[in-house]
C-alpha cells in the first residue's frame, strides 16, 4: 500500500469507510455527522448535489474537528475553490477532468477523480493522480471488472474508492481487496432516515459497518483446498 503524500487520503485510509450524504436540509449536517462518529464512522462525504452542501461542509467543519470532510460531486474549478474555501479536507468526482483536478492541486487539495475505464485511468495518471474513484462501481461490474482495468496500472501503485453500490452485503469483499483504499456509499445515511431525523438509527448502522472494518482487518479464513 502506498502512503499517499496528502494527509487526508491517509486519513481515509484508517477510517475505510465514507459515509456519502445527499443534504436535504442543512440544520440536518451537524446532528447527522455527529450521529455518524457517535457511530465510529468519521469520513463523511457531502455531495455538491444539493444547494446546503457547502455550507454543510462549513457547519461540520467547524462544529466536528474529528471528522475528514469530502466534497463529492464537484464538477468544476470554481466548485474546487469552493469547497477548498468551505474546509474539505479532500474533493471526489464522478469522472476525470484534467481542468478540475489542476485547479485541485493549484489548492494543494487533494482529489480522487473517478474513473471507469482503462483510458479514463490514464487521464488521471497524466494529471498525477493516484487514488482513484472507481464510480459507478457495481454497475460497472464491480471487483472483477476492477481487478482487470487495475491490471496494467498496478505497477504505479494506483489505489481505488469504489463508490456505486456498496452496500452491508459487499463491503467486507471491498475491505479486503488490496486495491481498495477506502470504500464509500449512502447505505450510512439513508434519505428516509435523514428526513425521520432518526440519529439513533445512523449512529446503529455506523457502528454495524464498524464491525464489518473489524472483521476485514482479521486474517483471512485459510483457503479451502480440495483433497479429491
Ligand atoms: O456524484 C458523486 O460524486 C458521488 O459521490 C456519487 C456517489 O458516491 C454514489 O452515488 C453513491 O452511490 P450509492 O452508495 O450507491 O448511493
Redesign the pocket.
Known sequence: MPTFPEPAFSKLRQSRIIA?VVLDHLPDAVPLATALLEGGINCI?L?L?TPGALKAIELINAYLPDMTIGA???LTPSQVEDVHRAGADFA???GTNPRTIAAARDLGLPFAP?ICTPTDIEIALESDCQLM?F??C?ASGGLPYLRQIAAPFSHLGVKFLP?????PTNAETFLREPLIHAI????LAPRALVAEQDWSGITKLAREAGQLIQKSRRQPEPEFTSCG
Open positions: 456519502v462525504e455531495t448535489r463529492g460531486t464537484v471526489v468526482a464522478p473517478g474513484k464510480f459507478p457495481e463508490l456505486g453500490g456498496i452496500n464509500g456509499g449512502s447505505w
